[in-house]
């Protein structure tokens, strides 16, 4: 494969009328795109976003929607496009023809090849191609982490290879030569740290949504281990929920309502970051993350991580930091991890992990060097 698009600031910046679609307007889809509104105020930013619901649909309509809902707005000129993965920009650009010579980058917040096998995973063959439309479409491919981009081109010509003949499998080189990392920049707020009570119980915190992928049923093999082991601990469970959650979180609240402090989602970002603040140790128990936003605020605010040593994690967090990772093994890895937390419990003072880097101080001129690049 070729070497990977390298991004420069030589580019002077200009204003541009920039259309944003978020075609799964999820929480985290939803912080990246009001922060690059709020941190390139230069630009005019026009906005169509879906919310997330209906996946099946909403990845495979989206065009529809809003060639008959917005056709006005598509039909207005624009400098660039800036789509998020789920966008079925191919199709979009084919039925909105004034779409088709305007620059388009395509950001992947995640990809339809990692994720973990479930009853009620997302992922399908449709959706798979999809994306791999899209990035044929667009001019510029954008992951927020290198296992995004990795496993996203590895799946990719994996299943083209499974194509019975006729099978593109050079594709996959355009796609790896305009594909380039920039992660998701975090939020300045979760900078601003405080003071712990160092008095009382280690605090725990786990913060994802509570879905089958982020893993609660090793949360709960993790909480039985540290039980066992005589740890006393407090825990904030905290995220975005669902009609239907794994079973998990109900044996969690049954077994160990004794250790649980906040529980549930909090809707106020101020009240959240407070709760992140006040944590000592932040757990990752996730079977695929390629990011892992949750985890790196909660390292923003002053937490030491407890992750497993896989998936996107080693990127930004030193591997010193990790536990051992057993994919196929969630016994084992909840054992290495209760061992970590229980080493870390013992110390005083909270890690100082500087990932300043990622604040959208620091990265959004290479946000700007990657619009200025895309556009011309």
């Given amino acids: 494969m070729r070497a990977p698009v390298a991004l420069t600031a030589s580019r002077y910046n200009r204003l541009m009328r920039i259309l944003l679609l978020s075609a799964y307007d999820a929480a985290s889809h939803r912080q990246w795109r009001q922060g690059l509104a709020n941190n390139l105020p230069e630009h005019e930013w026009c906005v169509l976003a879906l919310p997330p619901r209906h996946f099946s649909w909403r990845i495979r309509g989206n065009a529809f929607s809003w060639a008959g809902e917005q056709r006005q707005m598509l039909n207005e000129p624009y400098d660039l496009i800036l789509a998020t993965s789920m966008v079925d920009l191919a199709t979009l650009r084919g039925i909105v023809p004034g779409l088709s010579t305007t620059p388009a980058i395509i950001y992947f917040h995640e990809n339809q090849f990692a994720y973990p096998e479930s009853g009620h995973a997302h992922p399908s063959v449709e959706a798979q191609i999809t994306s791999i439309y899209s990035g044929l479409a667009a001019d510029r491919l954008v992951f927020n982490s290198a296992y995004n981009r990795d496993s996203f081109l590895a799946g990719a010509l994996a299943l083209i290879r499974k194509m019975p003949d006729h099978a593109p499998t050079t594709l996959i080189d355009s796609l790896a030569a305009k594909s380039l990392v920039l992660p998701v920049p975090l939020d300045e707020a979760c900078f601003a740290r405080r003071e712990r009570n160092k008095e009382g119980p280690t605090t725990l915190l786990w913060n994802h949504r509570w879905e089958y992928d982020k893993g609660p049923e090793r949360l709960l093999l993790l909480m039985q281990k540290l039980e066992t082991a005589g740890l006393d601990y407090r825990i904030h469970i905290i995220g975005q929920q669902f009609r239907a959650m794994p079973e998990s979180f109900d044996a969690m609240r049954m077994q160990f ?19 992140l603040r006040s944590s000592d140790i932040a757990i990752s128990t996730a079977l695929h993350d390629f990011q892992g936003i949750a985890i790196l605020e909660a390292v923003a605010c002053g937490c030491t991580p407890v992750a497993p040593r896989r998936l996107a994690y080693p990127e930004f967090i030193h591997a010193g930091y990790l536990a051992e990772s057993c994919a196929d093994d969630a016994d084992r890895e909840a054992a290495a991890m209760a061992d970590r937390i229980i080493a870390l419990s013992k110390h005083t003072e909270p890690a100082a992990i500087d990932i300043s880097k990622l604040a959208w101080r620091h990265m959004k001129q290479r946000y700007r060097a990657l619009l200025a690049s895309a556009s011309t």
């Avoid at 549930?264 to 407070?274: F, P, V």
């Fill in 257 to 275: 309502s004794h250790r649980i402090g906040k529980w549930g989602y909090i809707e106020d970002r101020a009240a959240y970051l407070h709760i």
